[in-house]
């Protein structure tokens, strides 16, 4: 049934993941971006836990899960964002729809395989700033400014994964990641018949690498204990870039009207991708309940951004903790639909690594989410919602509370049968 839809899915994705704008936040300046994959939709819903694996859901954050599978997997989710995004004297909404990440996951006896796209970091902020002249009385601003950005980086991906034992299983993950980011500022000064833009054009390209282990074992007769771990070595991306600087009025409908544009020789960079370890431990009973928790070490320290005259802005190491879960009432159950649903529930901390006016801007959510299966298939839908807090309101700074309800899609199929004839 799946195979139906995939081609035109990954095609039609593809078109999408470029032209979208994930994000709202005005922290997607730096680096490349705000990272927007957090998981699949059932991970995110425990809090962003990721050692725990099935057969029938795709985990492509540790490619040694994919040894779980028992059918082949197609696994599409997307988010609605609403933000609210607060400084020390005002606030504004904003709302976003994004598609997150779509993979095809395939079991191949001792081995499994995955495969996708997902779109991996954001761009996307509007802020005007307006200064008031010290006159009396005021006419008129006396300066206005204007930034926005759009672009991030995609993510294809490619991974398997082997049973080493039947308690163990190893794997490795390679990841082409690329996009276009741009950033445009503007100045007017009250009295001035132009004003002036910048515009920067950032080109990103490069590969990266992630392996992992599973593992599994039976604590006795109902309860079995989980492990996992996972490690991204640090590499990097190139970064071409462009400067085009202007003088610029507006005519009477509104146009932009570019005076005298120039072309700015900036140079080039590399941007670090920092590396990157996550462990984590679990228990639990199987097809009735898990609990968890993970914790990931990143070395984000001396990250860089991708022009070098970006001022008050480090990175500093980066640590994230995890906690979450899984309860199913009965399996089996076949009059009582909602004893058959998958409840989850979890909570995360994050330091993000990223340092501005020295201030860390770290990250607060609670998940929770509920996986509803579709009768008379291996498929299910997967709904999670996520309230979270970013950012501080000190140090000029911007605080976001978001609200993110996340939508997935697990469908399943036998592929590679032999057929037989009687």
């Known amino acids: 049934m799946i195979k139906k839809f995939i081609v035109p899915a990954f095609l039609l994705f593809s078109v999408i993941s470029f032209a979208q704008q994930a994000t709202s936040s005005p922290y997607s300046f730096y680096g490349i971006g705000d990272v927007k994959f957090k998981g699949t939709a059932e991970n995110r819903a425990m809090g962003g836990l990721t050692i725990f694996s099935d057969s029938i859901h795709l985990n492509f954050q540790n490619p040694a899960s994919y040894t779980s599978l ?19 004297s005002q606030s504004e909404n904003a ?43 005021v006419v008129a601003p006396s300066e206005i400014k204007k930034y926005n950005g759009s672009g991030g980086l995609n993510k294809f991906f490619a991974g398997f994964g082997y049973v080493i034992t039947p308690k163990l299983s190893a794997g490795v993950d390679v990841s082409f990641n690329f996009g276009k980011i741009e950033t445009y500022s503007l100045r007017f000064v009250d009295g001035l018949q132009y004003g002036s833009r910048e515009k920067n054009l950032s080109d990103i390209a490069g590969l990266t690498f992630t392996a992992g282990l599973t593992y599994k074992t039976k604590i006795n007769n109902k309860l079995s204990g989980f492990g996992s771990l996972t490690y991204s070595p640090e590499t990097k991306l190139r970064s071409v870039n462009t400067r085009n600087i202007a003088t610029i009025q507006y005519s009477s409908s509104g146009a932009e009207i570019l005076v005298d544009p120039l072309d700015i020789d900036v140079a080039n960079t590399t941007i670090k991708m920092p590396s990157k370890m996550a462990l984590g431990f679990g228990i639990g009973q199987n ?10 070490f990143q070395q984000s320290s001396g990250m860089g951004n991708r022009f070098n005259d970006i001022t008050n802005v480090k990175f500093e190491n980066a640590i994230k903790y995890n906690i979450g879960g899984y309860y199913i009432p ?18 995360r901390y994050e330091n993000t690594g990223l340092v501005i006016n020295d201030k860390s801007i770290n990250d607060l959510g609670v998940t929770a989410g509920l996986g509803l299966p579709i009768i008379g298939i291996f498929s299910n839908i997967n709904i999670g919602v996520e309230y979270g807090k970013r950012g501080t309101t000190s140090a000029n700074l911007v605080q976001e ?15 590679f049968q032999k057929k037989r004839f009687y």
């Open 401 to 415: 509370n978001y609200t993110n309800i996340t939508i997935g899609l697990s469908l399943n199929d036998k592929w």
């Open 287 to 296: 097809k009735k309940w898990m609990l968890g928790t993970e914790v990931t």
């Open 70 to 88: 028992k059918l082949t997997t197609f696994s599409l989710g997307g988010t609605y964002l609403t933000t609210k995004l607060t400084t020390s």
């Open 95 to 137: 709302r976003r729809t994004a598609l997150d990440y779509l993979a095809v996951g395939l079991p191949l006896g001792k081995f499994g395989v995955g495969f996708g796209l997902m779109p991996y970091s954001s761009v996307g902020y509007n802020i005007e700033s307006t200064t008031l002249a010290t006159t009396t009385p």
């Open 330 to 347: 009965n399996f089996t159950s076949f009059s009582k639909y909602y004893q058959k649903i998958v409840y989850r529930a979890g909570l």
